[in-house]
């Protein structure tokens, strides 16, 4: 199983790298039957692309460890007679 995750997640972080990267490249360009793209619309393309780089980066970052970095995501479980102090207050 966990040759698999791995797998698919270095598929997601270069997919991601790659398509962003072209994107923040060409711009408009990149997209299909575009015809003529404003300024804004470009610039708005190539900001997005860029996030799309900065998460597939992350993901293949994350696949050398990918199980021991998993729990980290997951919401901690408490116990059901533990209470959060913050919340009943001094009565």
Do not use: K
């Amino acid at each position: 199983m966990r040759r698999g995750l791995q797998v698919v997640v270095t598929v997601l972080g270069i997919v991601a790298v790659a398509a962003g990267a072209h994107t923040v490249l060409i711009g408009g360009d990149s997209v299909l039957n575009h015809g003529d793209v404003s300024a804004g619309v470009d610039s708005e393309l190539r900001f997005y692309a860029a996030w799309y780089v900065v998460a597939g980066a992350l993901l293949l970052r994350a696949v050398r460890r990918i199980e021991s970095i998993s729990p980290s995501c997951r919401p901690r479980r408490r116990a059901r007679d533990q209470r959060n102090p913050a919340i009943i207050g001094n009565g």
